[in-house]
């Protein structure tokens, strides 16, 4: 399972599951186990997520940590341009 196109849903179900417990740190066996999942099937997966910082790893290897890499919100938006 290295092509990761071939793996959206997969991808999705990982980051909806970060996106819906934000404070949730997991391994790769925590996750697998959660998901009903291989760890094995999930762990390019999760190294993809970690790649596009949707997830952020704590730790490497089979100890690593995983969790919801929260987006940044701007709390003003720079609207002067509208201004006449």
């Given at each position: 399972?290295?092509?990761?196109?071939?793996?959206?849903?997969l991808q999705l179900e990982c980051t909806l599951y970060?996106?819906?417990?934000?404070?949730?740190?997991?391994?790769?066996?925590?996750?697998?186990?959660?998901?009903?999942?291989?760890?094995?099937?999930?762990?390019?997966?999760?190294?993809?997520?970690?790649?596009?910082?949707?997830?952020?790893?704590?730790?490497?290897?089979?100890?690593?940590?995983?969790?919801?890499?929260?987006?940044?919100?701007?709390?003003?938006?720079?609207?002067?341009?509208?201004?006449?």
């Open positions: 399972m290295n092509d990761h196109h071939n793996n959206v849903p970060f996106e819906k417990n934000p404070y949730a740190y997991e391994t790769i066996e925590g996750l697998a186990l959660r998901l009903g999942r291989e760890p094995s099937d999930l762990s390019p997966i999760v190294q993809h997520l970690v790649s596009l910082d949707i997830i952020e790893a704590l730790g490497e290897g089979d100890s690593a940590i995983y969790h919801y890499n929260q987006p940044k919100i701007a709390s003003e938006v720079d609207l002067s341009w509208e201004q006449v």
